[in-house]
């Protein structure tokens, strides 16, 4: 079956750097997404990773390893407003979107 | 201008009820997507269409019926609801089905089942 596994919830200092970590087991692979949800909004676009490696945006970076089924979104100089679910989603050879439960951030002062 | 909108925001009703949730786009999309987000966080593709054709129906019980007049529209339409429906729906679309398809969500319909 496919799989996507991201840790449930993460806590963070104001400041700080934080990985938030996703593995995944699906059939194909065409991409990696990280989304950004804030309780009760809908989840927004943040990142994509086809190819291996590190893709920087501002504060927020995302990382691919292919050969290990391995995604990670790292967030620096957090600030209150990072406080939020991050879904972690690859869509698979049939170009279908598998996402994980996501992991909730906590930022604290 | 809201990109996606979808109506009602809160939908509270009785068990047995049938209810519609709408959805429309701005963007000029070719694809319309309704997950449903459930307790647990989860967001479950339930149908897909493109340029108003069904291209996904994932494992969803034919209580729930999507409706596309056309393709800045994709209603969906739920018959005699019951608890386990309670759920957010969301609606999304993007450009096309390939690679780099960036979703665009709705802001969700709250639904509570009593």
């Known amino acids: 079956g496919q799989n996507i596994d991201q840790p449930t919830e993460m806590t963070a200092t104001e400041g700080a750097i934080v990985q938030i970590n996703c593995t995944y087991q699906?059939?194909?692979?065409?991409?990696l997404f990280w989304y950004q949800q804030h309780a009760g909004e809908a989840p927004t676009f943040l990142s994509y990773n086809v190819l291996d490696g590190l893709e920087e945006k501002g504060r927020f970076s995302s990382f691919l390893s292919r050969s290990k089924g391995y995604s990670y979104l790292l967030l620096k100089e957090l600030q209150m407003k990072d406080s939020a679910s991050y879904l972690c989603a690859v869509m698979d050879s049939n170009y279908q979107l598998i996402w994980g439960a996501g992991t909730k951030l906590i930022i604290k002062p | 201008d809201t990109a996606v909108s979808q109506t009602p925001k809160y939908l509270v009703t009785q068990m047995g009820n049938d209810k519609s949730i709408k959805c429309e786009q701005n963007l000029g999309h070719d694809t319309m997507y309704w997950y449903k987000q459930d307790s647990k966080k989860f967001l479950k593709i339930m149908f897909s269409?493109?340029?108003?054709?069904?291209?996904i129906n994932e494992t969803v019980p034919n209580r729930f019926s999507p409706k596309s007049p056309d393709k800045a529209h994709l209603n969906l339409h739920i018959n005699s609801l019951e608890l386990g429906d309670s759920a957010v729906y969301f609606c999304?679309?993007?450009?096309?089905?390939?690679?780099?398809?960036?979703?665009?969500f709705g802001a969700g319909s709250r639904l509570t089942v009593l």
């Open positions: 999304a679309s993007s450009q096309d089905r390939v690679e780099a398809n960036v979703l665009t």
């Open positions: 269409y493109n340029n108003k054709e069904l291209i």
């Open positions: 699906t059939s194909g692979f065409n991409g």
